[in-house]
């Protein structure tokens, strides 16, 4: 259902949306970071959590951290409707001039956000966050060489769909990625399959329907790319 508190903000930039479910361990450290991330963007903000289906106490961490934290809105499901449901929610409740899809864990610094900007601001529809791995220090052949295999399945992954729909994408099973607000009502009011656990089913109606799709790295430590 609706939270009936999530009202119009006609000043909001960024609408920042999470689904959740069952994410009470590691939810509270991502908001901390990425409430201490808007601020040093200087981006007016809201962050909506969408938690479906949670059975542990989520919704009432979020409660407690939204004393703290102004922008911060939750939207309650009792059932479990599936991530694309949760986006689908988010994205039509934000107000934001820019909306912004993200991982619960905060794999990709909110801070990322800024590479993506430009793109918005000249137009692009949607820009999706090419997730890249920065070098550690010490990484040797073996490392990169195991590392790789840790990332083999989102690489197939994006292989395949590279290969058979999304030709111009690095990385189209992204979870970092930013819709102009105009777009993202138009594209989620289409979206049908809330199970899918990304955001292939919204580019897939973008790219069917002419948006301006772009993409720009982003620095994760979480990352599987072609």
Known sequence: ???????????????????????????????????????????????????????????????????????????????DQGVGASLKQGMLLSRGQFRLAVNSKNLIPINQFKNLLPHLESGAGIVVGCRTRPAQEGENYLSKTLSAYKELPGTLANFALKSMVFKELKDPTSTFVAFRAETAEKIFNLTKYHRLKNLLEPLYIAKKSGFSIKESDVITHNVSVV
């Open 1 to 79: 259902m609706y939270n009936p508190t999530i009202k119009p903000m006609s000043d909001v930039t960024l609408s920042i949306i999470i689904p959740v479910k069952n994410e009470a361990e590691t939810l509270p450290l991502a908001l901390v970071a990425i409430d201490n991330q808007l601020d040093a963007l200087g981006i007016p903000a809201e962050v909506i959590v969408v938690s479906s289906g949670s059975t542990d106490n989520t919704a009432e961490i979020v409660k407690k951290m939204s004393i703290a934290m102004r922008n911060l809105k939750l939207v309650v499901n009792e059932e």
